[in-house]
């Protein structure tokens, strides 16, 4: 077998056997397949598609490619939740915590920023200290001691994933359903947890575009999951503007902690009230309306915070940030947005927000960038808000004033005026159970 016959069969439209997708995957994770070739054939795959059969192939390809989580050293029921991806998407920060306070287990493996989307791993780096990397013993003995543990993938795990994601991101071949499908399933399924709960980004910051492809791309998830004797649930959520108004690791998460302590953004909040809702439900503590309660509460009466700050503490992170945000450092450039006109923002291409976040410094242009973890931007107005001419619609920060230009020129051409507001869509589009 050649790599190069299977990138050619793909690119011309063809059906990959099991044998095809196994041997890709084993060159990928082997190293023996460059990355040329790799980026080849995602190519082909983004253009081409695949069937759900190949689908499911290479998604247990992905998790046969490297160490699995011995789970059974872990007490208690295991939920996780995972999102394809969006702007402004904090919510592992609050949900995971509210979940754990409960006493269901969260083993969390988080990736890091994907495309014009953050990931969970650059936003805990921000935190002085954190450490995303534990071995699989500490991360166990944390899951067993306290319920929560959040960690990036280790070089073990899920390693083809670990490759294909790196070059996805910079070769622009992330949204396509079957690499998504194949590498969030791919990972869930090697970390073995009992029930998962997928939050589908839908809209102009998301990888799918519209509510039929994000429903699709869950249906196909869920379906991926039940085959492997897991319980699921699909949430298919709004990212047609960012969630919250802070974009940008550590400002995202200060946010976070906001909305631990009952004062975050209300899109922000109810988007994460519903998430541990079915984390909770589907760990056995109720219907999603009783769960839904028990999260709220879990806010109000302080312990998902309690959880959030013992967390950073057994992972080496400053609990003195989290205590008092205010001592996160800060960019040492920001820059106002004015608005040219007066009108109501009546929409914004979340994705453009989402680059401009990115060229502040906030995200990688290429797999070695490092990140500048205080850059990113704070909303002023988001939409359905009126702005007046000279009005502020975004700060910008960074440690690099000479992009403040580029943002602020792709954020003001991504954010629509009119003369009337315009009509409220839903946070929760569906559910796919
Ligand atoms: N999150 C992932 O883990 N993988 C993707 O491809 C997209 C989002």
Do not use: W
Not at 123 to 131: P, Q
């Amino acid at each position: 077998m050649r790599a190069y016959d299977i990138i050619k069969k793909k690119r011309d439209g063809g059906e990959l056997s099991a044998e095809e997708i196994k041997y890709f995957i084993g060159g990928v994770t082997d190293g023996s397949i460059p990355d040329y070739q790799i980026s080849a054939l995602c190519m082909a795959i983004y253009f081409r598609g695949m069937t759900v059969r190949e689908t499911c192939d290479l998604t247990y390809a992905v998790r046969d490619s490297g160490e699995k989580l011995d789970s059974s050293a872990i007490r208690g029921i295991r939920v996780d939740k995972h999102s394809t991806g969006g702007v402004g998407d904090k919510t592992s920060l609050v949900v995971a915590p509210i979940v754990a306070s409960y006493g269901v287990k969260v083993a969390k493996m988080s990736g890091r920023g994907l495309g014009h989307t953050g990931g969970t791993v650059d936003k805990l780096e921000s935190i002085e200290g954190f450490r995303t990397t534990l071995t699989d013993a500490e991360f166990v003995s944390q899951v067993n001691d306290i319920g929560l543990a959040i960690v990036g993938q280790s070089k073990q795990f899920a390693p083809a994933d670990k490759k294909l994601y790196a070059l996805r991101d910079v070769t622009a071949t992330v949204d396509s359903m079957p690499l998504i499908a194949s590498s969030i399933m791919g990972k869930k399924l090697a970390a073995d947890d009992d029930c998962i709960v997928l939050d589908v980004k839908t809209g102009s910051g998301s990888f799918m575009k519209t509510v039929k492809e994000s429903k699709a791309l869950a249906r196909l998830m869920v379906d991926i999951g039940r085959g492997a004797g897991k319980k699921m649930v699909a949430l298919i959520t709004n990212m047609d503007r960012p969630l919250g108004y802070a974009i940008g690791n550590s400002l995202e998460v200060i946010e976070a902690v906001e909305t631990l302590r009952g004062r975050g953004p209300s899109d922000l909040t109810e988007v994460c009230l519903t998430l541990a809702a079915y984390m909770l439900s589907l760990a056995g503590m109720g219907t999603p309306d009783e769960a839904k309660r028990l999260a709220r509460r879990a806010i109000e009466d302080g312990s998902a915070l309690r959880k959030f700050m013992e967390t950073v503490a057994a992972q080496g992170g400053d609990v003195r940030l989290i205590e008092d945000p205010s001592r996160f450092p800060k960019a040492r450039y920001s820059h106002a947005v004015l608005s040219k006109a007066e009108g109501y923002i009546t929409k914004v291409d979340t994705e453009a927000y989402g680059l401009a976040s990115l060229a502040l410094g906030a995200g990688r242009n290429t797999a070695e960038d490092r990140i500048d973890f205080s850059a990113g931007i704070i909303l002023r107005k988001k939409t359905g808000d009126f702005v007046r001419a000279g009005g502020e619609i975004a700060t910008l920060y960074s440690e690099n004033a000479a992009a403040f230009a580029s943002a602020e020129r792709i954020l003001l051409a991504a954010t629509s005026l009119g003369d009337r507001p315009p009509e409220q869509e839903p946070l929760v589009y569906g559910i796919v159970e």
